[in-house]
């Protein structure tokens, strides 16, 4: 399918274990963001990457882990899951930094007991 | 995105105007983005506009900006049921302050009463 997709769409886990979230999308963008979603905060930055092999911190970084082998995927690792992790995680992509801006996938609802 | 900043909530009866305000601080933005979220959904975007416009127009869709007041609306018109969603505002990536992505508002739900 074509777009961007994220895997899973829901997932429950316990504290301290590692958990994964996917992203891919099929367009050859460039670039790749990770943000999360609370309530009353908005859209927060966790990562972004600008092409493969190239990530950076964003605004909430600490307790994740990014790599992008692949232009197309861009994982996001939990390494020791919190409670403050349970979230609604949100990836997108785009060509450019800014322009007709992102397109996000819709979503990983993240739930941390 | 506390560089962003939005009122939470808006209610408005089907037909009616809606307007939704955003206040942003980064007078270096190139541009500024609309995005919708329907419940479940990812972040769609509406529309964007050029920081040397005061204006643009969609359809139903009015978008105002006011660089001296770092001001930023989106007007509705007609708002239909299907409109009900969270609105965000966002402002564009600068290489002055040195960010990289997007910054967005805490969103401003809509709901339409029929």
């Known amino acids: 399918d074509a777009g961007i997709t994220q895997s899973p769409r829901y997932k429950i886990t316990e504290t301290g274990r590692q958990v994964t979230l996917m992203c891919h999308q099929t367009?050859?963008?460039?670039?790749m963001f990770w943000y999360r979603q609370d309530l009353g905060h908005g859209l927060r930055l966790i990562y972004y990457?600008?092409?493969?092999?190239?990530?950076d911190k964003g605004e909430v970084p600490d307790g994740y882990v990014v790599s992008r082998s692949k232009t197309e995927n861009f994982p996001l690792t939990l390494e020791s899951a919190t409670r403050s992790q349970t979230s609604v995680y949100f990836c997108a992509s785009s060509e450019g930094l800014s322009g007709a801006g992102y397109t996000f996938g819709s979503g990983t609802r993240l739930t941390v007991v | 995105g506390e560089d962003v900043e939005q009122s939470l909530f808006l209610s408005v009866r089907e037909g009616d105007s809606s307007v939704i305000n955003c206040t942003y601080t980064?007078?270096?933005?190139?541009?500024l983005y609309w995005y919708k979220q329907e419940p479940g959904a990812g972040l769609q975007l509406l529309t964007y506009?050029?920081?040397?416009?005061d204006m643009k127009q969609d359809q139903r869709l009015t978008v105002l900006l006011n660089k001296k007041d770092k001001h930023l609306s989106l007007r509705i018109a007609d708002t239909q049921t299907g409109d009900s969603a969270i609105y965000f505002c966002?402002?564009?990536?600068?290489?002055?302050?040195?960010?990289?992505?997007?910054?967005f508002g805490s969103g401003t739900r809509l709901q339409v009463q029929p």
């Open positions: 990457s600008a092409a493969a092999d190239i990530t």
């Open positions: 367009w050859s963008h460039s670039y």
């Open positions: 980064d007078s270096s933005s190139t541009y």
């Open positions: 966002a402002e564009s990536p600068s290489m002055d302050t040195g960010r990289r992505a997007l910054t």
């Open positions: 506009i050029f920081s040397n416009m």
